[in-house]
């Protein structure tokens, strides 16, 4: 008999090991895409209805003639202009696929099995995600009756195993900001030693002058970290590019946690040229704020609670009725965002798409009385 048919035998092996903490990770779902019929409008990613801007896809497609070659890994040109921009050291910045990129890296650098990170819930879909895949612990703290982040519960949440916290403002998906006062009193009491991650992917469409520019909580707390996205108000999320504003060792950590080329450089060139394109961002953003206002003003018209929105959708607490909603949108050509359950989350689109959601609601209160 040899020594190894002594040994027991193996169980049987149904494939490669993976990581229990992915058991039970529920997928991101994305928006629905629009219909194929002519027509059909897409308002379930926040996305920006407007082509990129001026100049932007020419340096895009210019770029692609050496589709041969790495990206800048230093993304020195991006960083370059985002540092002029904002205002900040290029050596507190750090780049992305995307900002969700950043937040995972953000988690990967902070967090792991035994530890906890606080969000608001209902937030950004990918928070729970990233943090299962890192093995830390999610503690979620729900939302006001107003749909506001409950600021002083995610205080009272913070334990000695805290690392991470997401403050998503305005927050995905019920549209609320969070005001400065607020916002101050919370990092107050957060410790030195955790980080905090004031997500503003939305910022750009904010006007409550009361809503503070995270970049100035971030230049007064080496605990802050700002995340902003080329994805939503500068119309480039296809490109998959954002960034982070943060103070040493957590910039440093983010090089270190990042895909190496992980944003191409048609990406980073794009953002470039949209960062030039100012003039014509501004009047986008405004007149998408505008058109925000006109429906959520006639949302509440026909009876409708809609939660103040600092960003480019509104959020309609629908509940049990939340699928036929979404249902009958579709049926009239637009998709929206449903929660099953909770609410529709709509994103301000084409002046044509926003008028289907309007008739579409209108109608929807009619049949149904007071949903
Ligand atoms: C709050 C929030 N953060 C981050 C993101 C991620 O955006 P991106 O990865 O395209 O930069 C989104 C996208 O929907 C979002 O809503």
Redesign the pocket.
């Known amino acids: 008999m040899t020594a190894s048919s002594q040994e027991p035998a193996a169980p049987p092996v149904s494939g490669p090991r993976l990581r229990a903490a992915l058991d039970g990770i529920p997928a991101y779902s994305p928006g629905r895409p629009a219909g194929q019929e002519p027509g059909s409008f897409k308002l379930s990613?926040?996305e920006n209805p407007y082509p990129p801007l001026p100049g932007v896809l020419e340096t895009a497609v210019a770029a692609m003639s050496s589709l041969n070659r790495y990206p800048d890994m230093s993304a020195a040109a991006l960083f370059e202009a985002l540092a002029e921009h904002f205002a900040v050291p290029a050596g507190h910045l750090a780049l992305?696929?995307?900002?969700?990129?950043?937040?995972q890296q953000l988690i990967q650098a902070t967090a792991g099995p035994g530890d906890e990170v606080i969000y608001a819930w209902r937030?950004?879909?990918?928070y729970p995600i990233i943090t299962q895949i890192s093995g830390a612990t999610s503690v979620r703290v729900p939302l006001t009756a107003t749909e506001e982040h409950d600021l002083p519960a995610m205080a009272d949440a913070i334990t000695d195993r805290t690392r991470l916290i997401f403050v998503?403002t305005?927050?995905?998906?019920t549209g609320r900001a969070i005001r400065r006062a607020g916002l101050t009193a919370f990092l107050d009491r957060v410790p030195a030693d955790v980080l905090v991650v004031l997500?503003?992917?939305?910022r750009e469409f904010v006007r409550d002058e009361q809503v503070p520019d995270g970049l100035e909580l971030y230049r007064e707390r080496p605990n802050v970290c700002v995340?902003?996205?080329?994805?939503?108000a500068y119309g480039l999320?296809g490109m998959?590019?954002?960034f982070a504003v943060a103070h040493e060792p957590v910039a440093a950590a983010l090089r270190k946690t990042a895909v190496p080329f992980g944003v191409s450089q048609a990406a980073q060139n794009a953002a470039i040229a949209s960062l030039r394109a100012e003039d014509a961002l501004l009047a986008r953003v405004d007149a998408l704020v505008a058109e925000r206002g006109r429906v959520a003003a006639r949302l509440a018209e026909q009876g409708w609670t809609v939660p103040e929105s600092q960003?480019n959708f509104v959020w309609l607490r629908l509940g049990e009725d939340t699928s036929a909603f979404a249902a009958a949108c579709e049926a009239a050509g637009v998709t929206v965002r449903p929660f099953a359950g909770e609410g529709v989350r709509v994103t301000v689109g084409e002046t044509e798409a926003n008028d289907i959601v309007l008739r579409v609601a209108g109608e929807f209160r009619a049949a149904r009385g007071n949903v």
């Open positions: 990613s926040n992305g696929t995307g900002s969700v990129g950043i937040a937030s950004f879909e990918a998503c305005p927050n995905n998906p997500d503003e992917a939305y995340l902003r996205t080329f994805s939503k999320a998959r590019v954002g960003a």
